[in-house]
């Protein structure tokens, strides 16, 4: 079972990008999903979230009004489009899958994948 981040680049302020998290050896269908990120020198922190339907997502606020999450259950995978990017959004960023429930603590999830690198330059 894995999650395979991909998506991530260099880019200039005011720019964007999409990240794509792609599952495989089971079906995450039925699975929260949702992002995490990284900065230099941070700890891990939320980044946005999103139910197994597509219809409820919720957001870090610092992120709120730029990132998009949502999710393509028929190709197990889910995406954050990154519109407006800051300098402060420079980090790896991780995605995530849990059965239940995605904590903004990140405390007790299912799946992680490998962490995707985005450096914004001002």
């Known amino acids: 079972v894995q999650l395979q981040a991909s998506g991530g680049g260099s880019v200039q302020a005011g720019g964007s990008l999409r990240l794509s998290c792609a599952g495989s050896?089971?079906?995450?269908?039925?699975?929260?999903m949702g992002w995490f990120r990284q900065g230099p020198g941070k700890g891990r922190e939320f980044v946005a979230r999103i139910n197994p339907s597509g219809r409820s997502t919720s957001y870090a606020d610092s992120v709120k009004g730029r990132f998009t999450i949502s999710r393509d259950n028929a190709k197990n995978t889910q995406y954050l489009q990154m519109n407006s990017l800051e300098p402060e959004d420079t980090a790896v960023y991780y995605c995530?899958?849990?059965?239940?429930?995605?904590?903004?603590?990140?405390?007790?999830?299912?799946?992680w994948g490998k962490g995707t690198l985005v450096t914004v330059s001002s």
């Open positions: 050896g089971r079906t995450f269908s039925n699975y929260v």
């Open positions: 995530a899958a849990d059965r239940t429930i995605i904590r903004t603590d990140y405390v007790g999830i299912d799946y």
